[in-house]
């Protein structure tokens, strides 16, 4: 798939099939988190790939938003080291749109479900997932064959009038 057609087709992809991801495909999946770009090339990322039934059920109650987590084959738990980096959360974004494109271009559906930002939520998926002190959640990416068909992004959605040209008024 050429570039513009894996940003066209990335949609939030919540239904999945019934099929197992092969390994490979998960092993490319992290492999682009670990060609992102990240503040002064600090990388404070670490990833925990859940593929057990129970861990999955209990990501999906983080909150109401978060279902799909109990069905979806597997789940990449995205994190970082607030310690190592003050960017945390815009170092971790970025990896996590590196795999949802990647899940794109392999013909997986991917789903970003927000963690950070209330205290409980996090809390919630350090306690599933034995996560220590000072390791930060930002998101979980739930991934599968999708099992629902979205269209493809189109230049319709392009937002003219949001794009300014020299500055804000132009
Ligand atoms: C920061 C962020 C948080 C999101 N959190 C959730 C979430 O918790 N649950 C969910 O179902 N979708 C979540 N989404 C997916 C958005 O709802 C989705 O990207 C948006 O509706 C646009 O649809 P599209 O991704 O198919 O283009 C999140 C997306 C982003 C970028």
Avoid at 86 to 96: F, L, Q, R, V, Y
Wanted: glycine fraction near 6%; include cysteine; hydrophobic fraction near 35%.
């Amino acid at each position: 798939m050429d570039f513009d057609e894996v940003v066209r087709k990335r949609r939030s992809i919540r239904r999945y099939k019934d099929k197992e991801v092969p390994q490979e495909m998960i092993d490319n999946i992290m492999k682009s988190a670990f060609y992102s770009p990240s503040a002064s090339n600090k990388r404070p990322w670490h990833f925990v790939v859940v593929e057990d039934e129970e861990k999955k059920k209990a990501l999906a109650e983080t909150h109401k938003y978060a279902g799909m987590a109990a069905t979806a084959p597997v789940v990449i738990v995205v994190c970082a080291d607030e310690e190592e980096a003050s960017h945390w959360i815009e170092d971790a974004s970025i990896a996590t749109e590196h795999m949802h494109l990647k899940a794109t271009d392999l013909g997986l559906g991917s789903c970003w479900i927000q963690v950070r930002g209330e205290e409980e939520r996090e809390e919630h998926v350090g306690n599933v997932l034995n996560i220590p002190e000072g390791i930060r959640v930002l998101c979980l990416l739930s991934l599968g064959y999708p099992g629902e068909e979205k269209r493809e992004h189109s230049v319709e959605e392009v937002m003219e009038d949001r794009i300014h040209r020299e500055d804000f008024e132009g």
